[in-house]
């Protein structure tokens, strides 16, 4: 198969940040009609005020023909007002909330240290529908960091879900074969979103011949059964799986440095790049559910109407430039391989 043509795509993961880095990465994610966004600015996106605020920006900064809709969410905090979040989600601006443990990745300080102090807020979520997006890792330091997403499977997300099962949540960027069976064992209440970059990348990827700071994210990328795991599963066709790139821009020195920052910018290139892993497993027939049909219907939202048409060329594309931005180039994912495919419309 040399091209295929797919119902246009969705980014069930996204963060755009703000201010400079927003206007420069946006015109990136046009390959997808919606995205849900990431609240964790600084300061973060707690409150539907705020959540409206930031929308406004994204929407003012919104290239002039580029049809995208972001699909707010809120930062969930120990403070967080239970009736605030159902007022916002009543109103159809916030689409779920945020759970991100205390430290766990970039501007999550604010995020939660005792999930007993925020179930009242997960209660009336439950009682009105209400997704819940998860950043699946503990932040316990005795806690090795290859290890962190089976910990919080054990310590926070199945002791809530026994407490919550009407509780619809998300857990965001899977990354081992151990959240792969939670999930697959688990009732319709409970999904899981996987990226890009670790269905291609492992440790070795990270780590061999020295450590490439562009491939180093939150959650970490894990050994090679656990990739194949995520493989397996997104190429599946369970609708429980589904695409949430979670590409994450920051500048060019904010990686290159003694203490680099975690995330990578996947948004230009992430369909090719998927277009190739499906086509790797054989599984280019199911790439259209896992990355434009699964994710809205889990949502409860109607499919895109656009299409969207990919492209395998016989010879290999060239490596993609850095994104130029008023906050500085930002470095587009290259797991240097030989990439194939790219969207032509």
Request: glycine share 8%; hydrophobic share 45%; charged share 20%.
């Amino acid at each position: 198969m040399t091209e295929i043509t797919i119902t246009r795509p969705d980014d069930w993961h996204l963060h755009l940040r703000d201010g400079e880095m927003l206007r420069g990465v946006l015109p990136a994610s046009r390959d997808f009609a919606r995205a849900i966004i990431m609240p964790n600015l600084v300061p973060p996106v707690v409150t539907g005020a705020e959540a409206a605020a930031y929308r406004d920006r994204i929407l003012a900064a919104r290239p002039e023909g580029q049809g995208f809709e972001p699909l707010m969410t809120l930062y969930l905090t120990e403070g967080t007002d239970p009736e605030d979040v159902a007022s916002a989600a009543a109103s159809g601006l916030v689409t779920a909330v945020k759970l991100y443990p205390a430290g766990a990745t970039t501007n999550s300080a604010s995020g939660v240290r005792d999930v007993a102090k925020v179930m009242g807020v997960l209660e009336r979520m439950a009682e009105i529908g209400l997704p819940l997006c998860v950043h699946g890792e503990v932040t316990d330091p005795a806690v090795d960091i290859f290890d962190r997403e089976a910990a919080f499977i054990e310590r926070v997300l199945d002791p809530v879900r026994t407490r919550l099962p009407e509780l619809r949540i998300i857990m965001e960027h899977v990354t081992t074969r151990d959240g792969i069976d939670y999930i697959a064992g688990s009732g319709e209440n409970l999904a899981g979103s996987l990226t890009v970059h670790h269905l291609i990348l492992n440790r070795n990827d990270l780590l061999v011949g020295g450590v490439k700071p562009h491939f180093y994210c939150l959650p970490i990328v894990k050994r090679e059964h656990h990739r194949a795991a995520l493989v397996a599963a997104a190429t599946g066709g369970d609708p429980r799986f589904f695409l949430g790139t979670d590409s994450a821009p920051h500048s060019k020195d904010r990686k290159e440095c003694d203490c680099c920052a975690a995330g990578v910018f996947t948004a230009p290139n992430a369909m090719a790049w998927l277009a190739q892993v499906f086509e790797a497993e054989g599984a280019l027939d199911r790439l259209e559910g896992f990355a434009s049909l699964n994710g809205p219907a889990w949502y409860g939202l109607p499919p895109n109407a656009e299409k969207l048409t990919l492209r395998r060329s016989e010879a290999p594309l060239p490596a993609p430039e850095a994104l130029q931005t008023g906050a500085g180039p930002v470095v587009v994912f290259d797991p240097g391989l030989p990439l194939h495919w790219h969207v032509v419309a």
